[in-house]
């Protein structure tokens, strides 16, 4: 199989599983709030961003280091995880040590018990991981994708046999470390199979070089963790868990939707670097990736904004008005991220990543100036639209960025026949009379589709990208 192939494959199997991964996440999260109500949503939403920027931290950029240099040298593997497994092990520990106190002492113990437990299971997963790198270094993803889809399972049914038993919320969430510890008991006996033999012992020096030179990923991770997880912190902190909760009713509904452009922009990738010293194609071959993208997420967040009330309704049974700004504007904001996404790595095949990353950071404090006074004027409304304007600004910085790196960039004038398209059949859809949701979809549909073809968005030469992709050429 070539290379690209290869790749492909992987994206492909690791996106599918993934995808199923995330709708199970979406009916655990539709069952708590259905079973305990919106304000067990907000105590869970806040407990899986914590949880995460936890988890980066114990993590120590470990996995992303290890992989890398377990793929360039596959004889220091033994090595590698000798010397990082001890120190992340502590900090996992400790992590979970940390949050069990909190919970003890804290003045609402239900609640903070169910943060715990449901912060401990990202804590135990970074581990996983980590034993999981010499699979991914060896480009053996099926362990990889199929256990992170059997943890997720696993924790549903748990949680649901809990939850059916009439157990409390917290106890409920015993299912997510349970789950969590299976899988990591799993990845260790794999990492065994990898590296057969006894392991050399690493000595704390060793430890504490192999630590130093993962703290680069850990930066980078960090800066990526906080700018996706932290606004929902900031939030739960001015205006409580259920502000959180009303948000989460919104934005949970779209984290399937990061699929569409997270596997794409992985599939585009090797095409990109292959032409990075060829800049006449690699304009090309960007400005139609990004055209297809922009088509399929514009025509998506459109239909997310004409259908939020009845989505909503749907899928909480839950008298929940509040969440439909928050997910109409986080549908916009879907555009954004896939442009991002796409622009990240145009950088990364110029070379451009560490100015790539220092403008992430600095949107990122921008973002938190913004997402404050946001937050706490209008709730999860207010931190939608902070969300939304961070991402546009690193949208126009990415773009600015590529332009002074190849004296060129995608040309805006072309990419905003889509963009204006899908907004015009949106507005045209809210003059609609009410109509019952299977009725208004397909009406919807067709409206935008109807829209896209006529402005000429949809370019069939476009498409055949996608044919180029799949085979190990670069696209003309």
């Known amino acids: ?21 995330q709708l199970v996440n979406l ?6 709030t259905r079973r305990y109500g919106l304000e067990a949503l907000g105590v869970y939403s806040f407990a899986m961003a914590l949880g995460v920027l936890l988890a980066t931290l114990a993590g120590l950029g470990a996995t992303s280091y290890a992989t890398r240099e377990m793929a ?20 996992v520990l400790g992590g979970i040590v940390v949050l069990a106190l909190w ?31 010499p699979s991914m270094a060896g480009e053996r993803f099926q362990l990889v994708a199929w ?98 909760g009303v948000f989460a009713a919104g934005e949970r509904l779209l984290v399937p939707c990061a699929m569409l452009y997270g596997s794409f922009a992985s599939a585009a990738f090797p095409a990109y670097s292959r032409l990075a010293h060829d800049a006449p194609r690699l304009q090309e071959l960007a400005t139609r990736c990004l055209r297809i993208v922009l088509l399929s997420t514009a025509a998506l967040a459109a239909m997310l904004a004409v259908l939020a009330p009845q989505l909503v309704q749907l899928v909480w049974d839950l008298p929940v008005p509040e969440a439909v700004p928050v997910l109409r504007v986080l549908a916009i904001d ?83 026949r889509p963009l204006l398209a899908a907004a015009l059949a949106a507005w045209a859809c809210t003059l609609l009379p009410p109509l019952p949701l299977p009725a208004l979809a397909a009406t919807a549909a067709g409206t935008i589709a109807a829209a ?18 799949l085979r190990d050429r670069s696209p003309a």
């Open 1 to 21: 199989m070539t290379t690209t192939g290869r790749i492909l494959g992987n994206s492909a199997l690791l996106g599918a599983l993934e995808a199923a991964g």
């Open 27 to 32: 009916a655990m999260v539709v069952l708590l």
């Open 72 to 91: 360039r040298d596959p004889a220091r593997a033994a090595a590698l995880l000798a010397a990082l497994a001890p120190p992340q092990r502590l900090a």
């Open 103 to 133: 919970s003890v002492s804290a003045l609402a113990p239900a609640a903070a018990m169910a943060i715990a437990l449901v912060a401990s299971s990202h804590l135990l997963t970074r581990l996983t991981n980590l034993y999981l790198a």
């Open 147 to 244: 256990l992170g889809f059997g943890e997720r399972g696993l924790a549903l049914a748990v949680f649901a046999a809990l939850a059916g038993a009439g157990l409390d919320f917290d106890v409920a969430c015993l299912a997510l470390p349970a789950a969590a510890l299976i899988a990591l008991l799993i990845a260790h006996r794999q990492a065994r199979r990898d590296l057969p033999g006894p392991w050399p012992r690493a000595t704390p020096a060793a430890s504490r070089t192999a630590v130093r030179a993962a703290l680069p990923f850990l930066w980078t991770l960090l800066i990526s963790t906080f700018y996706q997880r932290g606004g929902l912190l900031l939030l739960t902190a001015i205006a409580g868990t259920a502000a959180a």
């Open 334 to 416: 879907i555009v954004l991220r896939a442009s991002i996404a796409l622009l990240s790595i145009h950088c990364q095949a110029l070379g451009a990543e560490a100015r790539a990353a220092h403008m992430r950071t600095a949107m990122l404090l921008a973002f938190v100036l913004l997402a404050l006074p946001a937050s706490a004027l209008a709730g999860s409304t207010g931190l939608a639209v902070a969300m939304l304007a961070s991402d546009l600004a690193l949208v126009a910085g990415l773009w600015v960025l590529l332009r002074r790196q190849q004296h060129q960039g995608p040309t805006i004038a072309i990419l905003l």
């Open 452 to 469: 896209l073809l006529l402005s000429g968005s949809l370019r069939l030469q476009d498409f055949r990208l996608l044919r180029d992709l």
